[in-house]
């Protein structure tokens, strides 16, 4: 839920804050393409700019709906919306910070609770946010305490991922979000976090596996990598459609049924 927070991808000039009416049809169309009773994740964090903030809303005003949701949200990344400057924090501190704040904002405990480790991040430092054992425990404190359900990472570097798992980092972690391109490049790795028992969330799949913006590619082109996805890895537990348009979400989300069902 980035597009409902801040310009997205930063460079998308055709970008506009979408009404509280547009985001409500949005998430409306999410739970009516998944029917009665299934559950919805949303994903946001504190880097989306005014994401949680326009989440919670949406969850304060449709309590039947939100209790339907998986809120899924992270650390490591805060965004300015007056100046458009991100900022990087992945002490113990700043995710404990970062969750206070998150907690005020959704009014209810996080399921879902991740450290955000992207391009701001060399693999250096990326290695070095997951091997913190003062970070581990402050996380697993908060699970403890009842604020968050489940703990996590999402990565955009494999071979950190694959480091990490091997080397004991991800034991108290029961999720892992890798880009869609790397799921589809390294179905090994996927197999690897599965029988470890991690769930895997693909993120976006038309921007990682086609390396091209939502809007600047076709259904058709849309469908081949959404196949491709799960073709390559079948055990991909949920796939974050990274979308705005309500007819684009309609589509893809078409795609991942068929293809899983199939």
């Known amino acids: ?133 003062g970070l581990r425990h402050a996380l697993v404190s908060a699970k403890a305490e009842g604020k968050v359900g489940m703990l996590g990472t999402s990565c955009s570097y494999p071979n950190v991922v694959r480091t990490a798992l091997r080397k004991g980092w991800l034991d108290e972690l029961a999720v892992v979000q890798l880009p869609a391109r790397t799921c589809v490049a390294e179905p090994e790795l996927i197999a690897e976090l599965r029988a470890a028992g991690k769930l895997v969330i693909a993120n976006s799949p038309v921007r990682r596996v086609l390396a091209a913006p939502d809007e600047a590619v076709t259904n058709e082109r849309v469908a081949a990598a959404v196949a491709e996805l799960i073709a390559a890895c079948p055990e991909v537990a949920c796939v974050l459609v990274g979308t705005g348009k309500q007819e684009r979400l309609r589509h893809i989300a078409g795609c991942i049924l068929s293809s899983s069902s199939a």
Not at 43 to 71: F, H, K, M, P
Request: hydrophobic letters at 35%; glycine letters at 8%.
């Open 1 to 133: 839920l980035i597009w409902c927070g801040r310009q997205w991808p930063p460079n998308n000039q055709g970008w506009q804050r979408p009404s509280d009416e547009q985001i409500d049809l949005m998430l409306s169309t999410g739970f009516d393409l998944l029917g009665d009773g299934a559950k919805l994740m949303l994903d946001t964090a504190s880097g989306y700019g005014e994401s949680e903030q326009r989440v919670g809303s949406w969850l304060t005003n449709n309590a039947t709906l939100a209790s339907r949701c998986v809120i899924a949200t992270k650390f490591g990344e805060t965004f300015n919306c007056s100046t458009g400057e991100t900022t990087t924090c992945h002490t113990a501190a700043g995710a404990m910070t970062v969750l206070e704040a998150s907690l005020l904002t959704l009014s209810r405990p996080i399921d879902l609770y991740y450290s955000h480790i992207t391009s701001q991040l060399t693999e250096a430092q990326a290695e070095a946010v997951l091997a913190d054992d």
